[in-house]
Nanobody, 123 residues
Framework: QVQPVESGGGLVQAGGSLRLSCAAS????????LAWFRQAPGKDREFVAS????????YYADSVKGRFTISRDNAKNTLYLQMNSLKLDDSAVYFCAAHTSGSWYDPSAYTYWGQGTQVTVSS
């Protein structure tokens, strides 16, 4: 059982930056492939980025490629998402999740989820 906790969300102007964090107390957190998803009101939860347990493999949705960077610090049991050049369309609740089986871009492949952190981008 892993219980991730996200933080770092908030209100930011378009073009600005935010850094999200996701931490878990369980040491096993560092052994999972981890990902960020987001969900805007009335929309399905969508894949944002993922990172392998070693940190060597990273994958991004086309919509965030070149603007967002996923990283992790296994010594701190923490996952990060650096978000730059934020757009209005980036507004959503952002979730971190630990992958168990299946396609890494599919939410159903992730068993352990945080409660989410709200990111709101204003014009």
């Amino acid at each position: 059982q892993v219980q991730p906790v996200e933080s770092g969300g908030g209100l930011v102007q378009a073009g600005g930056s935010l850094r999200l964090s996701c931490a878990a107390s369980e040491r096993t957190f560092s052994s999972y492939t981890l990902a960020w998803f987001r969900q805007a009101p009335g929309k399905d939860r969508e894949f944002v980025a993922s990172i392998t347990w070693s940190g060597r493999g990273t994958y991004y949705a086309d919509s965030v490629k070149g603007r967002f960077t996923i990283s992790r610090d296994n010594a701190k049991n923490t996952l990060y998402l650096q978000m730059n050049s934020l757009k209005l369309d980036d507004s959503a609740v952002y979730f971190c999740a630990a992958h168990t089986s299946g396609s890494w871009y599919d939410p159903s492949a992730y068993t352990y989820w945080g409660q989410g952190t709200q990111v709101t981008v204003s014009s």
